[in-house]
């Protein structure tokens, strides 16, 4: 769980090189894995490889924006235009919400259909079918990307709960939340005095962190976090909200203990969440599955046009309203929280219109350039 995997060295002093965001890579790598995996389907279809590269292009465009209109809409209301056009650029921090996605994505499909594969006389169902394989290869990969950059996590797992609990580092929503819920210190230690003019003076360390197992103790003075001094409470506060760099998972503090004359020392640990439930993995794994499942009932169900997405739509959500049990983000709010259900009954009630619509359209569609 790390927000930035690596740095791009670049020859300017100063300067620590360019971030490779975990979620923006996986991101990218699930754009290339749905990509192919739809051209090779598309292949076995007669449908042209180029018209379905164009058409993921334009899905995964329309679905980012998509994702991203809703998150905003949700977190950042009464942002002005050019707040609201900064922000929404900022992919690589997260703040995707998948359904946004379906949505937009969605629509650029239509729109692409219409002016593209309707003149070619693609049937839309064929070529819904054919990227619904794709889009639960995306999330599985677009999961693990959740889950290095912390967003979309779970429940806290307690001693009773049967999972492999997983832990955040400090720059983490997750952090942020168990902090601000009182659940725990937010790098691991309390303060003597919570006014932001007193002197930053350590109250309480948490049992078994790793602050205390570097030996952070009571009434420690704390002079400087990162190199920079911290005269007062709100310093060491300021620094930790907003001034932390992009990707330092690792806390340096310099401290002065309460012996007398006893001499500052520099003390290094990774602050990390308690446990948490795996729900980013437990949706990876649950789409892989799905997407064996799409791939297996082409074969052993004869579908007709339509009801693999149909099954893509009815396996995501029976998925996801079952995962959002597990998961303790502030989501879903509003429609969203209804949309699982939603999207289950509009999956139904596809797979069974399609499964009576009698096929006058073969699933390997040749078709003819003109």
Not at 84 to 105: D, P, R, T, V
Not at 283 to 297: H, Q, R
Request: charge should be neutral; charged fraction near 15%; include cysteine.
């Amino acid at each position: 769980m790390n927000q930035v995997l690596f740095r791009i060295w670049v020859p300017i002093q100063g300067f620590a090189g360019i971030p490779i965001f975990g979620f923006g890579l996986m991101l990218f790598l699930a754009f290339v894995g749905g990509s192919w995996l739809a051209n090779r389907r598309a292949r076995q279809r007669g449908i042209p490889v180029e018209l379905v590269s164009d058409l993921t292009i334009f899905l995964f465009v329309g679905g980012i924006a998509g994702a991203r209109v809703l998150f905003l809409w949700n977190h950042l209301p009464g942002l002005s235009l050019t707040e609201y056009a900064i922000e929404f650029f900022k992919i690589w921090k997260g703040g995707i919400i998948l359904y946004g996605s379906l949505g937009g994505g969605f629509i650029a499909f239509l729109i692409f259909w219409w002016y593209r594969c309707r003149p070619l006389g693609i049937n839309p169902k064929v070529l819904a079918d054919v990227l619904a394989p794709s889009l639960a290869l995306g999330i599985a990969l677009g999961r693990i990307g959740c889950l290095l950059n912390g967003c979309c996590f779970g429940m806290v797992a307690t001693p009773e709960c049967p999972c492999m609990a997983i832990h955040f580092p400090f720059p983490s929503p997750p952090r942020a939340s168990i902090s601000g819920d009182g659940l725990q210190a937010a790098a691991g230690f309390t303060w003597k005095n919570d006014r932001l003019t007193a002197i930053p003076q350590v109250g309480k360390v948490d049992l078994g962190s790793p602050a205390e197992h570097v030996g952070l103790k009571a009434g420690d003075r704390i002079l400087a976090i990162l190199g920079k001094e911290v005269p007062t409470v709100q310093d060491a506060e300021s620094i930790f909200m907003q001034g932390w760099p992009e990707g330092q998972n690792e806390m340096v503090l310099e401290v002065q203990g309460t012996a007398p004359n006893e001499s500052t020392r520099v003390i290094r640990y990774v602050p990390r969440t308690i446990g948490l439930v795996p729900a980013q993995i437990y949706e990876t794994v649950s789409m892989l599955l799905l997407l064996g499942l799409l791939l297996a009932a082409e074969d052993f169900l004869r579908p007709k046009p339509g009801q693999i997405i149909s099954l893509f739509m009815i396996g995501y959500a029976a998925h996801r309203g079952l995962n959002e049990l597990l998961r303790n983000d502030p989501r879903p709010v509003g429609l969203e929280s209804n949309t699982s259900l939603f999207l289950l009954g509009a999956g139904v009630a596809l797979w069974l219109v399609f499964g009576f619509t009698k096929n006058t359209t073969p699933q390997s569609t040749e078709v003819v350039q003109n």
